[in-house]
């Protein structure tokens, strides 16, 4: 029995993601709220939509909520226009756009693209470039044609070690397994990795700072310090939020107090544990 993978089931089944077409892609969506401020969340490379589904449940009825799931092709500079195209058949005029990881870095080319359509930006557990990426696994393989199972061997063999270090999220971890194992469909996850690894330069983005906001994780493994940095460095973020614990799902690991920064950023009563104030809030 897994605790993660059966609410997260039970959220889906009373949730069903939907397919939506734009210019040509088939996105999913899951919606929730139909009052409130709007918020578009978009999930890493081994996350579906529902992989926010405690931040969902948590929001809902406080607020209009989208979380997305990548279609099976295109890639960032694609996908970002496809967004704008999103939000408008969300009836959303604008929203407060959260992206983690791959998603994280979709969001800064959004903002940078079409920054009329974002409330606040915030960037989650995610890098400033990808242009050192290429040469580390699984960049590094042929990600159009090698085999699929070496592909998700590799997801799998980084996954189990971060279990054997942490097991107290090993639950965690066979989630995640799951979406990788074929949760997330072969398609899907080519296309996923190859958004990285052939990703555009960022563009600049003119935010005022009030709107934009950074988070990361003391201990992810798969961004580490020096990224965690770039990316301050290149937002300069009002808030900068980070976990000291949580690796690089704090969504998942830590969902109440990702749950508060949310609320503090959509200006919604905190629920939970607050953050405090300051530029740099730690927990």
């Not at 709107?211 to 580490?224: A, F, S, Y």
């Not at 830590?254 to 740099?280: C, D, F, H, I, K």
């Amino acid at each position: 029995m897994n605790s993660l993978i059966d609410a997260r089931d039970r959220f889906s089944k009373s949730n069903p993601e939907q397919r939506i077409a734009v210019n040509g892609r088939e996105w999913g969506v899951v919606r929730a709220g139909d009052t409130g401020p709007a918020l578009l969340l978009i999930p890493g490379t081994l996350g579906r939509g529902d992989i926010f589904w405690q931040q969902i449940e948590a929001l809902s009825g406080r607020a209009r909520v989208a979380a997305l799931t990548y279609p099976a092709t295109g890639g960032v500079a694609e996908w970002s226009d496809d967004l704008a195209t999103l939000l408008a058949k969300f009836d959303f005029e604008s929203a407060t756009v959260l992206g983690s990881s791959l998603g994280g870095y979709l969001v800064q080319h959004f903002a940078g693209k079409h920054g009329r359509l974002v409330d606040r930006l915030i960037a989650a557990n995610t890098l400033a470039s990808v242009s050192q990426i290429s040469g580390r696994p699984p960049y590094s393989s042929d990600l159009d044609s090698g085999p699929i199972e070496e592909l998700r061997a590799g997801f799998g063999n980084g996954l189990r070690a971060w279990a054997k270090a942490h097991p107290d999220q090993s639950e965690l971890v066979e989630l995640l397994l799951a979406e990788v194992g074929g949760r997330i469909p072969e398609p899907e996850l080519r296309t996923r990795l190859n958004a990285l690894k052939c990703g555009p330069e960022l563009p600049p983005i003119n935010l005022p700072r009030e709107r934009v906001v950074t988070i990361e994780g003391g201990d992810d493994p798969l961004i580490p310090p020096e990224m965690r940095e770039a990316v301050r460095e290149r937002l300069n973020p009002a808030v900068a939020y980070r976990f000291e614990t949580g690796g690089h799902f704090p969504y998942v690991v830590r969902p109440g107090l990702y749950t508060s920064l949310l609320e503090e950023q959509l200006g919604l009563a905190v629920t939970g544990e607050s953050w405090g104030n300051g530029e740099v809030r730690a927990k």
